[in-house]
């Protein structure tokens, strides 16, 4: 089992910045890789962006790519979400998940990863 727990959510300004953090507990050495997903009011979840545990490759979404930066601190077993150049529309729950199975490149379904954080609100006031 792994544990994830998200946390660096709240409330800016359109243009502004946010880092989230996703702090895995657990049996951390099956995980390939991790994710950001994230659920606006009255949509699905969607994908975010993806970083391979061991490679460090990282994926994004067409909608955050040159705004938002994943990456991870090995030795603490978090990831972060660097988000920048905020717009209201990136206003939803943020998820962090973990997959244990390993799958090739970019993988966005969301039954392929098996452990979900409980998410985290950021709000983007225009």
């Known amino acids: 089992q792994v544990q994830l727990v998200e946390s660096g959510g709240g409330l800016v300004q359109a243009g502004g910045s946010m880092r989230l953090s996703c702090t895995a507990s657990?049996?951390?050495?099956?995980?390939?890789?991790m994710a950001w997903f994230r659920q606006a009011p009255g949509k699905e979840r969607e994908f975010v962006t993806q970083i391979n545990w061991s490679a460090g490759t990282t994926y994004y979404a067409d909608s955050v790519k040159g705004r938002f930066t994943v990456s991870r601190d090995s030795a603490k077993s978090t990831v972060f979400l660097q988000m920048n150049s905020l717009k209201p529309e990136d206003t939803a729950v943020y998820y962090c998940a973990a997959g244990h199975r390993w799958f090739p490149g970019l993988v966005v379904t969301e039954a392929r990863y098996d452990y979900w954080g409980q998410g985290t609100q950021v709000t983007v006031s225009s």
């Open positions: 657990g049996r951390i050495f099956i995980m390939y890789r």
